[in-house]
T-cell receptor, first 113, second 112 residues
Framework: LAKTTQPISMDSYEGQEVNITCSHN???????ITWYQQFPSQGPRFIIQ???TKVTNEVASLFIPADRKSSTLSLPRVSLSDTAVYYC??????????????FGQGTTLQVKP | KAGVTQTPRYLIKTRGQQVTLSCSPI?????VSWYQQTPGQGLQFLFE???????NKGNFPGRFSGRQFSNSRSEMNVSTLELGDSALYLC???????????FGQGTRLTVV
């Protein structure tokens, strides 16, 4: 499974757009990029998944360049409740192996008033 | 619909004892995975069950085991508990061929 590298921590202010970049230089052809969010003492929550270009849902956008060696999670107009740890995961999407999620260290996002 | 339910939420055990944790997946989800989360090691994959069969296993000693029942409910067992087993144990369920895993709130195990 491809190894991912993310910043350990980021600070932002309410109302700002936050972009968290993840590097995955060894991503394989079949790999998808998935982001999870985790609040303290809770299980992670799926945010978004993509393969290439741009994916957007009601919560976030995911930008993936053509070489797919990195990706950027974009959170529009963050609020205090977006303070959490954000994990970038890379792995095969629909096969039987995707029950196994490999989490890295994640990025701790602190949103300030 | 109901989410993933883990019981108990909190547990205190003594070194050397054994413990069983339970996970009820979302209805219709046949894949159940278990994870251990500690401040030092982060989130680590323990094992995954699908249709009562273990099909993925992480790098944990044999003291950690699990099983899945015909209704997809899963249990994990840790025998001969060590202080280092103190952690948040998370269960996740997933519908086959769907990338989104749904996590429970976890069981906080403290070994004293």
């Amino acid at each position: 499974l491809a190894k991912t590298t993310q910043p350990i921590s980021m600070d932002s202010y309410e109302g700002q757009e936050v972009n968290i970049t993840c590097s995955h230089n060894n991503i394989a052809t079949n790999d998808y990029i998935t982001w999870y969010q985790q609040f303290p003492s809770q299980g992670p929550r799926f945010i978004i998944q993509g393969y290439k270009t741009k994916v957007t849902n009601e919560v976030a956008s995911l930008f993936i360049p053509a070489d797919r060696k990195s990706s950027t999670l974009s959170l529009p107009r963050v609020s205090l409740s977006d303070t959490a740890v954000y994990y970038c995961l890379v792995g095969d999407r629909g096969s039987s192996n995707t029950g196994k999620l490999i989490f890295g260290q994640g990025t701790t996002l602190q949103v300030k008033p | 619909k109901a989410g993933v339910t883990q019981t108990p939420r909190y547990l205190i055990k003594t070194r050397g004892q054994q413990v069983t944790l339970s996970c009820s997946p979302i209805s219709g989800h046949r894949s159940v995975s278990w994870y251990q989360q500690t401040p030092g090691q982060g989130l680590q994959f323990l094992f995954e069950y699908f249709s009562e069969t273990q099909r993925n296993k992480g790098n944990f000693p044999g003291r950690f085991s699990g099983r899945q029942f015909s209704n997809s409910r899963s249990e994990m067992n840790v025998s001969t508990l060590e202080l280092g087993d103190s952690a948040l144990y998370l269960c996740a369920s997933r519908r086959q061929e769907n990338p989104e895993a749904f996590f429970g709130q976890g069981t906080r195990l403290t070994v004293v």
